[in-house]
């Protein structure tokens, strides 16, 4: 199971870290993401991580902005958000891969609940 939290209200130009635990599946085995869904939007691609912690993508959205990172010790993979814009404002979800990091939704076979983030301008 993952579970993201660290979802909240900031203003615009703040920064937020979100954190996605993970139970139940074994940590170092699966590629991570993060991806967006705003209300009325498709759900969107943000960034991924591989096993390793050693290859990350992002989307140009966020490229700059956006870091994503995994703690091994504790099955956690984080979303460090800075500069943060009123587009940035969504839920979002993390998920597992077993595929590989990639910005297609259809590689992760486990996702979380989402946590929201609102960002106010």
């Known amino acids: 199971q993952l579970q993201a939290f660290g979802g909240g209200l900031v203003q615009a130009g703040g920064s937020l870290r979100l954190s996605c635990s993970t139970s139940g599946l074994t940590f170092r085995n699966y590629d991570m993401g993060w991806f967006r869904q705003a209300p009325g939007k498709e759900r969107e691609f943000v960034a991924a991580?591989?096993?390793?912690?050693?290859?990350?993508y992002y989307a140009d959205s966020v490229k700059g902005r956006f870091t994503i990172s995994r703690d091994h010790a504790k099955n956690t993979v984080h979303l460090q958000m800075n500069s943060l814009k009123p587009e940035d404002a969504a839920v979002y979800f993390c998920?597992?891969?077993?595929?590989?990091?990639?910005?297609?939704?259809?590689?992760?076979?486990?996702w979380g609940q989402g946590t929201l983030v609102t960002v106010s301008s």
């Open positions: 998920a597992a891969s077993p595929r590989g990091p990639s910005g297609l939704r259809r590689v992760y076979d486990y």
């Open positions: 991580i591989s096993w390793s912690g050693g290859n990350t």
